[in-house]
T-cell receptor, first 115, second 115 residues
Framework: AQKITQTQPGMFVQEKEAVTLDCTYD???????LFWYKQPSSGEMIFLIY??????QNATEGRYSLNFQKARKSANLVISASQLGDSAMYFC????????????FGAGTRLTVKP | NAGVTQTPKFRILKIGQSMTLQCTQD?????MYWYRQDPGMGLKLIYY???????DKGEVPNGYNVSRSTTEDFPLRLELAAPSQTSVYFC??????????????FGSGTRLTVV
């Protein structure tokens, strides 16, 4: 069963504006980790940010922040001050502690930053 | 730093042929993974390894084999290639620890076409 859902196949944002990419997940495990990856057109996968299920504060890494709402099982990625170089595919992923060798990925959201 | 190196970057196979996708990492990571990414989809786990001599199946292992004779190398073998194996293959590695918050380090991918 699909455990990670990204409902936005594509998103557009104006340069210098903020954008939120949605991610919901499904798990019965109490301990898990949530990840976001960026995949530029060149194809490599770049790790952006991590949120643990027991972390009380939302994770932040530079212009990236993760809006973690545990009760709603959502882990949205917020990119502030968008740059042209942010145009890429973005994947949400989850790894459960009970099976921490299996990181499951969503289908991705293609973000396009307009000048 | 080289990180995770995959070869080849591109390959075209005929139906029924075999090949080995190479993956090497120089970060002394215990954990290594093989994923495939079909067009417009997220990544799916094929096989993983928690250390030299130890491998296990992921979500989509059929048609593939792996071995892990050293910490550095984790080759993926395709036997009797089929059109359904046309995909982009990613190798990844990470530090080991249950529930660890380490994102994976990915290779640049191998684009395989089976005709």
């Amino acid at each position: 069963a699909q455990k990670i859902t990204q409902t936005q196949p594509g998103m557009f944002v104006q340069e210098k504006e903020a954008v939120t990419l949605d991610c919901t997940y499904d798990t019965s495990d109490q301990s898990y980790g949530l990840f976001w990856y960026k995949q530029p057109s060149s194809g490599e996968m770049i790790f952006l940010i991590y949120q643990g299920s027991y972390d009380e504060q939302n994770a932040t890494e530079g212009r990236y922040s993760l809006n973690f709402q545990k009760a709603r099982k959502s882990a949205n990625l917020v990119i502030s001050a968008s740059q042209l170089g942010d145009s890429a595919m973005y994947f949400c992923a989850m790894r459960e502690a009970i099976n921490n060798n299996d990181m499951r990925f969503g289908a991705g959201t293609r973000l396009t930053v307009k000048p | 730093n080289a990180g995770v190196t995959q070869t080849p970057k591109f390959r075209i196979l005929k139906i029924g042929q075999s090949m080995t996708l190479q993956c090497t990492q120089d970060m002394n990571h215990n954990y290594m993974y093989w994923y495939r990414q079909d067009p417009g989809m997220g990544l799916k786990l094929i096989y993983y390894s928690v250390g030299a001599g130890i491998t296990d199946k992921g979500e989509v292992p059929n048609g593939y084999n792996v071995s892990r004779s050293t910490t550095e190398d984790f080759p993926l073998r395709l036997e009797l290639a089929a059109p359904s194996q046309t995909s982009v293959y990613f190798c990844a590695s990470s530090y080991s620890r249950q529930g660890a918050n380490y994102g994976y380090t990915f290779g640049s991918g191998t684009r395989l076409t089976v005709v």
